[in-house]
């Protein structure tokens, strides 16, 4: 590997020679010294070169280089490492002692100021900005965190199949695959397999990785495909065992997000990442919904749901009564929730289910499955599905399962929410919509 | 949640109340006392009960559900723990004072000796084997540790799109998906967006995702999905910097299996993890075909490269000269690696690429990309690709972009060849081939 020093690493070395390689920020050509900002995945430096024009002694080369330099070029540079105080780039320059041009830049197509449409044609270079270089690196540690603390919980991670024979969700919103002689479906979730793990005895299970929706919906929250973070726990007795793993999770991945880039996250993004309490606040949803009438907004729904602007509005409530940014709306009713949701005992319209809401926003939806198979197929019929498409799922019921429960939910929509973006398009690496299907 | 113990802890619980939960693996209904093995995610434990025939004192509703009780059946159990080494399974027993049917199971359809198609048709029964459980607990600690090298590496995790609009590895085995009112395809591998991460200043990256091949084949190592282990870094002087990068993952991970399976690993399957020492033994494929043929197995093909016979003997000769069960072969010729390895600076017949063998079986292909677009270019040209179709990769390298490179390892097969199984459907959790969607 070429030993080249990371340029966040300068400031705790001694002066002398290193080497850095990254590419060129800007340059500034002056007559007598030549200055570039050198930027890498780790930040950026100032290096110097004092030019030698024609009629000067000695050689022309580097000067000439750098003269030649076009924004985005990458370079690799030895030189000597001067630390001063003067310099406001980090307190430190790198006098240029050789330049090599590894490879050279067209002009970038976008600018600061251009389309978030523009920007996704052109993503590599999008990507080149400190605070999207950031997003990543955030994204990185949240889900490490979330691993790491399944791992040390004794769940099983498992890779459910995106190919399936059959809709997972609902026959809308679901891709076509040409599979040989005949046809496949693109997973809409995990969420048939991962229940799959319960009578398959394996307790707690986890997933991350990608769902499929053919949504033709064009929000700022909505993509076709976007990356799913799934938990499957065995032998609960509510979603309360679920909602308690979903919170100690997301405490131990925003402990993690605060310590690791907390400073960074502010200095870029002027956000001050909070570690919330526990536990979360619960409110059943028609509860939630009575708080935001009391408020002045009626949700117009004529089902028994929320919409954005009252999940909007009850996340302002729960902010300023409790100072949270998260709140669970629980017990959904059985009419605007899928089959598989488990019912109460004592009020079969409502669910034990939850929807987790992060600064306004549905992150998150969880609950406990019915596992007793003949209220699964009861319910599954009574939403009008066909309990012979779906028998491999009640299969799953049919020689024993544990009681179980777990959540979904979008990786992207929380880093967009947890970093105060206005798209999730802007968290993604490379967008996928209606639309956009490229790069 | 319901306090239940896992089965494995009760070895060191004194003597008491317990709650254990899992799956009725064996009932003996004698006459006067009833014994269950009962089994969950953590290991078996044996159940006792004094039956309460007709005719004698006390109640005899826990006898009945007992006698009733199916293999399979999901029960939890209130009882008093008592260790007593004279009882086999593990030196202890619980004494049953409640039970509760969960979840009563019909028959299983399948038995120790049924044939893998038809496991795998009931695969979450399948599953429930305690050799297929350590599989994925496994799989799970060999996965996080590779995810911990890499982020105490600083490399940061990338989830790339798996809908694209063209091809990334050839137009052969393509999966087409219906998009609105377009095609897409499914990604064969990560390739291209991988190494989209470089231009973008990302610097080292990883990815363990789902990759699509519509290969029609039957073999013990192929899957129309798989999961593919992916990581690319920037600033290489050669694939020697990439084959470092990935003995030290592979290292890192087989410590760790090595350390938390090692003993289970060995009792289930006869297998003793080796942990393999570095460097790894490196051979031209050249070198190694002429090894090969030195003991009398000449390579049947009309092309350069190697077959599964000729990595079986390499993997032997290696076992034997060096007691290693990992060789890298390298120096591919050109002319059977894709268009986007780089070639050597002084024989362009030769690429800077290697394949890694684990136990006679290829897992892995990595190598040094070519990034100067010229040449990158004509080498697609060359392999009659349109460079105006590879118009978005080949931008990539036109706004400049470090000398990189990266490596792509199927997950399955290196479980299948570490634990000695004999196909990747034993190690994967839904198989995906020609004629298996479901379920």
Redesign the interface.
Same mark, same amino acid.
């Given at each position: 590997?070429?030993s080249?020093t !990371?340029i966040a690493d300068l400031a705790h070395l001694p002066e002398g020679p290193v080497r850095v390689?990254?590419?060129?920020d800007t340059v500034r050509d002056q007559k007598k010294v030549q200055f570039i900002v050198l930027?890498?995945?780790?930040g950026a430096a100032q290096l110097v070169n004092p030019a030698v024009r024609e009629g000067d002694e000695g050689d022309p080369t580097i000067t000439e280089a750098i003269s030649g330099l076009t924004n985005?070029?990458?370079i690799?540079v030895e030189g000597e490492l001067k630390h001063d105080e003067r310099v406001k780039l980090g307190g430190l320059e790198v006098k240029i002692g050789d330049l090599e041009v590894?490879?050279?830049?067209?002009d970038?197509p976008i600018a600061e100021d251009s389309s978030i449409d523009k920007r996704l044609d052109w993503?590599?270079?999008d !990507?080149?900005r400190p605070e999207q270089?950031l997003v990543?690196?955030v994204?990185?540690?949240f889900?490490?965190a979330l691993?790491?603390w399944w791992?040390e919980h004794?769940?099983?991670?498992?890779?459910?199949?995106? !190919?399936?024979?059959s809709a997972s969700e609902s026959r809308a919103e679901l891709?076509?695959?040409?599979? /040989?002689e005949?046809k496949?479906y693109?997973a809409q979730s995990p969420q048939f /397999?991962k229940q799959?793990?319960q009578?398959?005895?394996?307790?707690?299970v986890f997933e991350v990785?990608?769902a499929?929706r053919?949504d033709?919906s064009f929000t700022s929250r909505h993509a076709?495909?976007f990356?799913s973070i799934d938990a499957e726990i065995s032998?609960?007795?509510s979603h309360e065992?679920v909602m308690?793993m979903h919170e100690e999770l997301l405490v131990a991945a925003l402990t993690a997000v605060k310590e690791k880039h907390g400073a960074e996250i502010e200095a870029a993004f002027g956000v001050e990442v909070t570690v919330p309490t526990t536990p979360f606040p619960r409110i059943p949803l028609a509860e939630a919904k009575e708080i935001v009438a009391g408020r002045g907004y009626t949700v117009p729904r004529a089902d028994a749901d929320m919409d954005p602007e009252g999940e909007r509005q009850i996340a302002a409530y729960v902010k300023e009564q409790f100072g949270h940014e998260f709140v669970f709306l629980t017990d959904y009713a059985s009419s605007i929730r899928p089959f598989y949701h488990m019912r109460h005992e004592a009020d079969a319209g409502l669910t034990n289910s939850y929807d987790l809401i992060f600064n306004g926003v549905e992150i998150s939806t969880g609950a406990q499955r019915e596992?007793?198979?003949e209220l699964l197929e009861e319910q599954a019929r009574e939403k009008g599905l066909d309990p012979e498409e779906l028998g491999?799922?009640l299969?799953?019921?049919?020689?024993?399962?544990?009681?179980h429960g777990g959540f979904g939910m979008g990786?992207s929509r929380v880093i967009m929410l947890l970093l105060q973006q206005p798209s999730i398009r802007e968290v993604?690496?490379?967008f996928?919509g209606?639309n956009r299907?490229?790069?």
């Open positions: 590997m070429t080249r !990371l390689a990254g590419w060129v930027r890498d995945e780790s985005g070029t990458f690799s590894v490879a050279p830049a067209l970038s993503r590599f270079l !990507l080149r270089n990543f690196r994204q990185t540690t889900l490490h691993r790491t791992v004794g769940f099983i991670e498992i890779h459910t199949p995106k !190919l399936m024979a891709f076509e695959v040409e599979y /040989f005949t496949a693109l /397999f799959m793990a009578p398959a005895g394996f307790g707690k990785a990608p499929f053919a033709p076709t495909e990356i032998w609960i007795d065992d308690r596992h007793r198979v491999f799922y299969d799953f019921f049919r020689y024993g399962v544990p009681p990786l993604t690496y490379l996928r209606p299907l490229q790069p």
